[in-house]
């Protein structure tokens, strides 16, 4: 009996491992048991949809950081170009400085309004080629219909 302790390698690692104060684990001594591994690969799915929750919680908040990061650049650059147009508008006028504060902030209102001239002359252009569309389908279907070849019925 003492020799079958000896020789047997998974013997000694049971020993091994009982006086660390925990089980052997799974790897080394696999089970036989089909509940004891269903109860695993159920165990196994539920970390894996948790790992995957949080790997879909961790992509959404670097998409939002991301779309965060574009706006906060954006803004800065329309601020920078309305104060360089402001700056261009009083240079063209002669002044460098405003002569009173409500003029200087009429030529700031004036260059922060670039966008919403931007948007109506798009809107302009937009109608414009809507117009053209429409004449463009009008003509054609003002053109009167040429026949396919008569023989073919």
């Known amino acids: 009996m003492a020799d079958e302790q000896m020789n047997d390698p998974l013997n000694f690692m049971r020993k091994m491992w009982g006086n660390m104060g925990f089980s052997l684990p799974g790897m080394v001594a696999p089970t036989f048991d089909l509940e004891e591994l ?9 970390v894996e949809g948790w790992l995957r929750m949080n790997l879909s919680m ?14 906060v650049s954006t803004v800065q650059a329309m601020g920078q170009m309305a104060s360089e147009t402001a700056r261009q508008m009083n240079e063209q006028a002669g002044d460098t400085e405003p002569n009173s504060p409500a003029e200087g902030a009429a030529t ?3 260059a922060a309004m670039w ?4 948007m109506q002359q798009m809107r302009e252009q937009l109608q414009q080629n809507a117009e053209a569309a429409a004449q463009a389908a009008q003509a054609t279907e003002d053109k009167p219909k040429t026949r396919r070849s008569a023989g073919k019925k």
């Open 108 to 110: 700031l209102s004036e």
């Open 38 to 46: 269903d109860k695993r690969i159920k165990d196994m799915k539920a």
């Open 115 to 118: 966008p919403w001239q931007m």
């Open 58 to 71: 961790l992509q959404m908040t670097i998409q939002g950081l991301e779309m965060q990061r574009t706006t």
